[in-house]
């Protein structure tokens, strides 16, 4: 184990000084909104906007709304917000038949990512874009959720699994109308015992969508999944994510368990992206995080598996050697440990399964394959 803060050098560098100030209008209160308000749209186009920057306007409107601020952008900034209500009650719609079409078959559900989110913790149709969203249902259920899902018209875009397999969590669907979400049956990408989220289901809450129930995470909970979603290497965040976790924080200040919070970090060895989000908030967002805990997560020792986790994921190009190197990282993950000495037959046919190969003597081909395109390539 080693101590390690790869953000220390500026943990905000990867945000322009445009996002910042719109993170700030959008989330913080009185004269501080106003001016970075003022200083952003001096400064932005608002018709040329980056795609995350795009996405926070309709909590920009909302906030300003409250603000009772009168302007010429205003009239965009509302019909973004018209727009995002409008998009969100029919996909909301879709939500809703499947919710309607597991319980009526006995399956329980939980709400993930945007539409929970939107859901539950913003409260406000319009203020969260909803780009994906997952459920999450006990492994036991994954198929029989699978079989329901194509009888009301959702096709799998992936191989259907005949059974669930140590390494799978997760499967894609769409629709006629190119919408598309995620069934999942495990939580993050790891630790694929069958009661591995059972800590997470015991502590979920329920929520409403019209008159169906469903259950979403709890605000700590939350928290860590905004930050990590899915437990995979992510250590780039969108800047819509940092204003979801400012939101749970500002509006659940009361209900996150910050001692919880840290012990799942490390359980799932997902420090770094804890490290990296919560230096984000209190330095740009100044969101309500004990000074204590600022200073325990910061001065948590990050283990070697995390570090080269980091080093490789943070790569833009990467060769073939390293690239393996990171499926066996990932495969170290989903076996829930880090110790070198795990079983070789098992990476092998854990590369079997991300591959989609027929027979275990494949890989080696598909492997040699690889490594000449990336070569040529």
């Not at 690239?323 to 795990?342: E, F, H």
Request: proline share 3%; glycine share 4%; aromatic share 12%.
């Amino acid at each position: 184990m080693r101590k390690m803060n790869l953000y220390n050098k500026d943990s905000c560098d990867w945000l322009n000084s445009e996002q910042k100030l719109l993170l700030r209008a959008a989330l913080l209160q009185g004269e501080e909104a106003i001016d970075s308000w003022n200083q952003w749209k001096a400064s932005a186009d608002i018709e040329n906007l980056d795609v995350e920057s795009y996405r926070l306007l309709p909590l920009l409107y909302r906030n300003l709304s409250a603000h009772g601020v009168t302007d010429l952008h205003m009239a965009r900034l509302k019909g973004v917000y018209r727009r995002t209500w409008c998009e969100t009650q029919v996909l909301l719609q879709q939500v809703a038949a499947i919710i309607s079409c597991f319980q009526n078959d006995g399956i329980t559900t939980m709400l993930l990512k945007d539409a929970a989110l939107n859901i539950h913790y913003y409260k406000d149709y319009g203020s969260r874009m909803i780009h994906n969203f997952d459920f999450l249902v006990h492994p036991g259920d994954a198929l029989a959720a699978v079989s329901l899902l194509q009888k009301i018209g959702w096709r799998a875009k992936g191989k259907i699994p005949v059974t669930i397999t140590p390494f799978s969590h997760t499967l894609g669907f769409d629709n006629e109308l190119k919408q598309q979400f995620n069934l999942r049956w495990h939580l993050f990408a790891d630790g694929f015992q069958e009661d591995a989220e059972k800590y997470f289901w015991d502590s979920a809450i329920l929520t409403k969508l019209d008159d169906l129930s469903t259950y979403v995470l709890n605000p700590t909970d939350q928290l860590l999944y905004v930050c990590v979603y899915g437990g995979m290497s992510n250590f780039v965040f969108p800047i819509s994510r940092l204003a979801d976790a400012a939101i749970l924080l500002n509006s659940y200040q009361a209900e996150i368990d910050w001692n919880r919070l840290v012990t799942l970090a490390q359980k799932y060895r997902l420090i770094l992206p804890i490290q990296n989000i919560l230096t984000k908030l209190h330095k740009i967002l100044y969101s309500p995080i004990p000074l204590s805990i600022l200073q325990e997560v910061q001065s948590i020792p990050v283990s070697k598996f995390e570090c080269s986790e980091y080093q490789l994921t943070s790569r833009k190009r990467k060769s073939f050697s390293e690239g393996l190197i990171m499926r066996y990282i990932q495969y170290s993950r989903a076996v829930n440990t880090d110790n070198s000495k795990l079983e070789f037959l098992g990476f092998p046919r854990y590369l079997q399964y991300i591959w989609g190969l027929e027979h275990l003597w494949e890989v080696p081909l598909q492997a040699m394959m690889r490594g000449i395109k990336r070569l040529v390539w």
